[in-house]
C-alpha cells in the first residue's frame, strides 16, 4: 500500500513538473528538510585560493553553514594588544554572505592560538577582565548582524571536568566564564551564544563539566544559548545513536541548544575499506544522535576535505577523517552515510524533475527510525523565543508550524531568526 502510494506520488509530481529540473538534495537540504539549521563545514585560509574547492564549498545543497578554522581566533584578530586585524575572518564573512551560507563564528576565548602578550604581560584580575572583555566587545562588535552564533569559550575543561589552567582561569577565576558570555551578549544581543569543547559527546566527567558551566553562567544571570560539541571522533570508536541521543538531552535539558561544531572521523592511514565503512556508519549515527533532539541545531564537519584537513599535522599517522578525498573527490560511500543518517526527509519545495529511472515500487532508501521520529504537534513559540528564519513564526518546516501565542507577533529578528514580541 505504501509502496503503491509512493509510485501515485512520483506519478503524479512528474505529471504537474512538466520538463525535467533538479531536485535539490545533499547534505544540507537533507539537514533543512529534518527541521535543523543547517549542515556546514570549517573553512580554512589555504582552501579560499583553491578554484575547486571553492566550488564544492559554496553547492549550498551540500553546505548551509560555515566556520572559519582559524581566521576568527584571537592570534589572528588581536596579535598585539589592541590592534584588530578582521581582514581573514572578513574574508570568510564575505563567503558566507555571497553564498547564503549561515556565519558560525569561532571563537573568542581560548587558551591555545593565543598571542602570548595575553599571559605574560602580569596582568591582574581587574586588567585581565578589561583586556578580555576589550577583545570579545571589539570582536564581536565587527560581525554584529553576520555570525550566527558565536563560540564564546573554547575548551575551558580538562578531561576530569574539572577547569583547565588558562591565563583567564588562572587570573579570573571561574567567573571568566559568565564575564565573557556578558560581554559578548552587551556586543551584540541577537547572536546565540556557545559554550565549546570536545569529547563531550558522551556522558561523563568533562560532559558533566560542561553541563556545570552551562548552569554557572545561568546562575550569574548570563545568557548562554548552547554548547558545541566539536566531536572530533575515531572510526569505530564513536558514540552510538543511543549515546549520542541521552548525552544530547541531557544538555538540552538545561535549557540550551547543541551543535555538533567540528566533526570529523579519523583513521589510519590509508584507510582499508572495512574502515571505510565504519567511518560511514559513525557519521550516520552522529546524524541521527542530532536528528534525534529537535533542539541540536545542525552539524558542521571539521573541513570537508583531507586536502585541508588539521588531522595529520596533529594525529601523525592518521587522517582520512572527511567526506571528500585530499583529491576534492567525493568518498560516495561516507557521503552516502552522511545522506543516510537524515534519512529522506520531506521534499523540498523545489520543483521536481520527470524522474531519470522508472520509479521503483519501493523507495530505495528506507527511512530510518529516527528519520520518522513522530513530528511534534503545531510547537508555539513564546514571547521572545526566536525561530529558524525558514520556520518563521507561523510557517512550516519539518516540525510542522510554528506559531506565536497569542498577544505576540511574529518580527524578523536579523537575516538568520524570527522572534515572536
Ligand atoms: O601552525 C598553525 C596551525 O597549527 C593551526 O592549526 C589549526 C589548529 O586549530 C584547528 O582547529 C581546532 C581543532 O579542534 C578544536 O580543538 C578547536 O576548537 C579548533 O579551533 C584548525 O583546524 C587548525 O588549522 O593553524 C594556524 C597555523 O598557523
Same mark, same amino acid.
Given at each position: 500500500?505504501?509502496?503503491?502510494?509512493?509510485?501515485?506520488?512520483?506519478?503524479?509530481?512528474?505529471?504537474?513538473?512538466?520538463?525535467?529540473?533538479?531536485?535539490?538534495?545533499?547534505?544540507?537540504?537533507?539537514?533543512?528538510?529534518?527541521?535543523?539549521?543547517?549542515?556546514?563545514?570549517?573553512?580554512?585560509?589555504?582552501?579560499?585560493?583553491?578554484?575547486?574547492?571553492?566550488?564544492?564549498?559554496?553547492?549550498?545543497?551540500?553546505?548551509?553553514?560555515?566556520?572559519?578554522?582559524?581566521?576568527?581566533?584571537?592570534?589572528?584578530?588581536?596579535?598585539?594588544?589592541?590592534?584588530?586585524?578582521?581582514?581573514?575572518?572578513?574574508?570568510?564573512?564575505?563567503?558566507?554572505?555571497?553564498?547564503?551560507?549561515?556565519?558560525? *563564528?569561532?571563537?573568542?576565548?581560548?587558551?591555545?592560538?593565543?598571542?602570548?602578550?595575553?599571559?605574560?604581560?602580569?596582568?591582574?584580575?581587574?586588567?585581565?577582565?578589561?583586556?578580555? &572583555?576589550?577583545?570579545?566587545?571589539?570582536?564581536?562588535?565587527?560581525?554584529?548582524?553576520? *555570525?550566527?552564533?558565536?563560540?564564546?569559550?573554547?575548551?575551558?575543561?580538562?578531561?576530569?571536568?574539572?577547569?583547565?589552567?588558562?591565563?583567564?582561569?588562572?587570573?579570573?577565576?571561574?567567573?571568566?566564564?559568565?564575564?565573557?558570555?556578558?560581554?559578548?551578549?552587551?556586543?551584540?544581543?541577537?547572536?546565540?551564544?556557545?559554550?565549546?569543547?570536545?569529547?563531550?559527546?558522551?556522558?561523563?566527567?568533562?560532559?558533566?563539566?560542561?553541563?556545570?558551566?552551562?548552569?554557572?553562567?545561568?546562575?550569574?544571570?548570563?545568557?548562554?544559548?548552547?554548547?558545541?560539541?566539536?566531536?572530533?571522533?575515531?572510526?569505530?570508536?564513536?558514540? =552510538?545513536?543511543?549515546?549520542?541521543?541521552?548525552?544530547?538531552?541531557?544538555?538540552?535539558?538545561?535549557?540550551?541548544?547543541?551543535?555538533? /561544531?567540528?566533526?570529523?572521523?579519523?583513521?589510519?592511514?590509508?584507510?582499508?575499506?572495512?574502515?571505510?565503512?565504519?567511518?560511514?556508519?559513525?557519521?550516520?549515527?552522529?546524524?541521527?544522535?542530532?536528528?534525534?533532539?529537535?533542539?541540536?541545531?545542525?552539524?558542521?564537519?571539521?573541513?570537508? /576535505?583531507?586536502?585541508? =584537513?588539521?588531522?595529520?599535522?596533529?594525529?601523525?599517522?592518521?587522517?582520512?577523517?572527511?567526506?571528500?578525498? =585530499?583529491?576534492?573527490?567525493? &568518498?560516495?560511500?561516507?557521503?552516502?552515510?552522511?545522506? =543516510?543518517?537524515?534519512?529522506?526527509?520531506?521534499?523540498?519545495?523545489?520543483?521536481?524533475?520527470?524522474?531519470?529511472?522508472?520509479?521503483?515500487?519501493?523507495?530505495?532508501?528506507?527511512?530510518?527510525?529516527?528519520?520518522?521520529? /513522530?513530528?511534534?504537534?503545531?510547537?508555539?513559540?513564546?514571547?521572545?523565543?526566536?525561530?529558524? &528564519?525558514?520556520?518563521? *513564526?507561523?510557517?512550516?518546516?519539518?516540525?510542522?508550524?510554528?506559531?506565536?501565542?497569542?498577544?505576540?507577533?511574529? /518580527?524578523?529578528?536579523?537575516?538568520?531568526?524570527?522572534? *515572536?514580541?
Amino acid at each position: 500500500m505504501i509502496a503503491h502510494s509512493f509510485t501515485l506520488l512520483l506519478a503524479a509530481t512528474s505529471a504537474l513538473a512538466g520538463p525535467l529540473q533538479r531536485r535539490a538534495d545533499g547534505l544540507n537540504t537533507r539537514a533543512k528538510n529534518n527541521g535543523k539549521l543547517y549542515f556546514g563545514t570549517a573553512v580554512d585560509s589555504s582552501g579560499q585560493s583553491d578554484s575547486n574547492y571553492m566550488n564544492i564549498l559554496s553547492n549550498s545543497d551540500d553546505f548551509g553553514q560555515i566556520t572559519p578554522a582559524n581566521a576568527m581566533k584571537w592570534d589572528t584578530v588581536e596579535r598585539s594588544r589592541n590592534s584588530f586585524n578582521f581582514g581573514p575572518g572578513d574574508a570568510v564573512a564575505n563567503i558566507a554572505a555571497r553564498n547564503g551560507q549561515f556565519l558560525r *563564528c569561532h571563537a573568542l576565548v581560548w587558551h591555545s592560538q593565543l598571542p602570548s602578550w595575553v599571559g605574560s604581560s602580569g596582568f591582574n584580575n581587574a586588567t585581565l577582565i578589561q583586556v578580555m &572583555k576589550n577583545h570579545i566587545t571589539q570582536t564581536v562588535t565587527h560581525w554584529k548582524g553576520k *555570525c550566527g552564533h558565536w563560540d564564546v569559550v573554547n575548551e575551558a575543561l580538562n578531561e576530569d571536568g574539572s577547569y583547565r589552567s588558562s591565563p583567564f582561569y588562572n587570573v579570573i577565576g571561574e567567573a571568566f566564564l559568565p564575564i565573557a558570555f556578558a560581554a559578548a551578549a552587551a556586543a551584540d544581543p541577537d547572536v546565540k551564544l556557545y559554550y565549546n569543547d570536545y569529547n563531550i559527546e558522551t556522558p561523563g566527567a568533562k560532559a558533566s563539566g560542561a553541563q556545570r558551566i552551562v548552569r554557572l553562567i545561568k546562575s550569574y544571570g548570563v545568557k548562554i544559548d548552547g554548547v558545541g560539541q566539536q566531536a572530533h571522533l575515531i572510526v569505530g570508536q564513536s558514540p =552510538s545513536v543511543a549515546t549520542w541521543t541521552s548525552n544530547i538531552n541531557a544538555f538540552t535539558s538545561l535549557g540550551v541548544d547543541v551543535a555538533i /561544531t567540528e566533526l570529523d572521523i579519523r583513521t589510519k592511514t590509508p584507510a582499508s575499506s572495512s574502515a571505510v565503512a565504519q567511518q560511514a556508519i559513525d557519521y550516520a549515527n552522529s546524524v541521527k544522535g542530532c536528528l534525534s533532539n529537535t533542539r541540536c541545531v545542525g552539524i558542521t564537519i571539521w573541513d570537508f /576535505t583531507d586536502k585541508y =584537513s588539521w588531522i595529520p599535522s596533529v594525529f601523525p599517522g592518521e587522517g582520512s577523517a572527511l567526506p571528500w578525498d =585530499s583529491n576534492l573527490q567525493k &568518498k560516495q560511500q561516507v557521503y552516502n552515510g552522511i545522506l =543516510s543518517g537524515w534519512g529522506s526527509g520531506t521534499p523540498t519545495a523545489t520543483p521536481t524533475a520527470t524522474p531519470t529511472a522508472t520509479p521503483t515500487e519501493t523507495p530505495t532508501s528506507s527511512p530510518t527510525s529516527s528519520s520518522t521520529t /513522530t513530528p511534534t504537534a503545531t510547537p508555539t513559540s513564546s514571547p521572545g523565543e526566536t525561530v529558524p &528564519k525558514w520556520q518563521q *513564526c507561523g510557517g512550516t518546516g519539518y516540525e510542522g508550524p510554528t506559531q506565536c501565542v497569542s498577544g505576540t507577533t511574529c /518580527t524578523m529578528l536579523n537575516q538568520w531568526y524570527y522572534q *515572536c514580541l
